[in-house]
T-cell receptor, first 113, second 117 residues
């Protein structure tokens, strides 16, 4: 069984650019959640995708957007990058939107200069 | 809104000893889940233990156990026979059971655990 994978591992961008982060969910999981973890803090919920539809969103601006594909993999897109977007971005998958356990990937470290 | 508070930014324990990490939370929900996740330097968030709020019995997973006090909204993690591999950042997390929400996890700010040889 393959766990949750994310790419790339690290990324460096400059302010104002756009970035796409990718996540492959664990086999059999149809729900993907994205979290932002700033340095020294706990993860903050960005949004969740269930069967290709957004299924809830945290307190993040519209420049944070996402997609989920028919194979349940997912993308997180961030436009007009700001310095404060520098963080570890974690993807988590679960069996369904009702499942109470989420399994996390290793994260993508984004640095905005 | 739900909040999760971990009041111990750092803790240390001697190898083979026992340590307890504290967590409190605030919610108006009656049904929910609580979790402890471990995040080692590799950054991968690993589930340590989970507790269903409707269960009175405290969850146990090998050397890890919780003390769940629903009325006090307290959820502490006890690590027995601490090992060097237990060194990591530990996060307490809450997830509502109610419908109409994305059932996302709300995390505390974490406790950095150091295990001393």
């Amino acid at each position: 069984e393959t766990g949750v994978t994310q790419s790339p591992t690290h990324l460096i961008k400059t302010r104002g650019q756009q970035v796409t982060l990718r996540c492959s969910s664990q086999s059999g999981h149809n729900t993907v959640s994205w979290y932002q973890q700033a340095l020294g803090q706990g993860p903050q919920f960005i949004f969740q995708y269930y069967r290709e539809e957004e299924n809830g969103r945290g307190n993040f601006p519209p420049r944070f957007s996402g997609l989920q594909f028919p194979n349940y993999s997912s993308e997180l897109n961030v436009n007009a990058l700001e310095l404060d977007d520098s963080a570890l971005y974690l993807c988590a998958s679960s069996l369904s939107s009702l499942a109470y356990t989420q399994y996390f990937g290793p994260g993508t470290r984004l640095t905005v200069l | 809104a739900q909040t999760v508070t971990q009041s111990q930014p750092e803790m240390s324990v001697q190898e083979a000893e026992t340590v307890t990490l504290s967590c409190t939370y605030d919610t108006s929900e009656s049904d929910y889940y609580l979790f402890w996740y471990k995040q080692p330097p590799s950054r991968q968030m690993i589930l340590v233990i989970r507790q269903e709020a409707y269960k009175q019995q405290n969850a146990t997973e090998n050397r890890f156990s919780v003390n769940f006090q629903k009325a006090a909204k307290s959820f502490s993690l006890k690590i027995s026979d601490s090992q060097l591999g237990d060194a990591a950042m530990y996060f307490c997390a809450y997830r509502p059971l109610s419908s109409g929400s994305a059932r996302q996890l709300t995390f505390g700010s974490g406790t950095q655990l150091t295990v001393l040889p």
